[in-house]
């Protein structure tokens, strides 16, 4: 920048010259994969209808009952007697039926 004289465009050198553009082969990069994945609600509706039938059952149970009077008496009646009755004041009238 020192060496450039004042006036000239490119410092009293020659000009650059263009070269013709030049190609190579192409090259191809590996192809990338993208997934957009789209998220659709719907709703079904779904009834599931139930009936309850209520049944009542009574039940009736029968006591029976069977009332009954009942007497009854002992008596006493000695038998086997050998000799003479027990005691003096033996009597008929002891015995009890």
Same mark, same amino acid.
């Given at each position: 920048?020192?060496?450039? &004289?004042?006036? /000239? ?10 070269? =013709? %553009? ?5 090259? *191809?990069? &590996?192809?990338? /994969? ?10 079904? =509706? %779904? ?5 309850? *039938?209520?049944?009542?059952? /009574? ?39």
């Amino acid at each position: 920048m020192y060496n450039k &004289p004042w006036g /000239h465009p490119f410092g009293g050198q020659r000009p650059p010259q263009a070269m =013709p %553009v030049q190609y190579d082969p192409s090259q *191809t990069s &590996p192809t990338r /994969h993208y997934v957009k994945t789209n998220i659709i609600n719907t709703v079904i =509706p %779904v009834f599931h209808p139930a009936h309850t *039938t209520t049944v009542n059952k /009574h039940i009736v149970t029968y006591k029976h009952f069977y009332p009954h009077g009942c007497n009854g008496r002992n008596g006493y009646v000695p038998h086997g007697l050998v000799g003479a009755p027990p005691g003096p004041d033996f009597t008929r009238s002891q015995f009890r039926y």
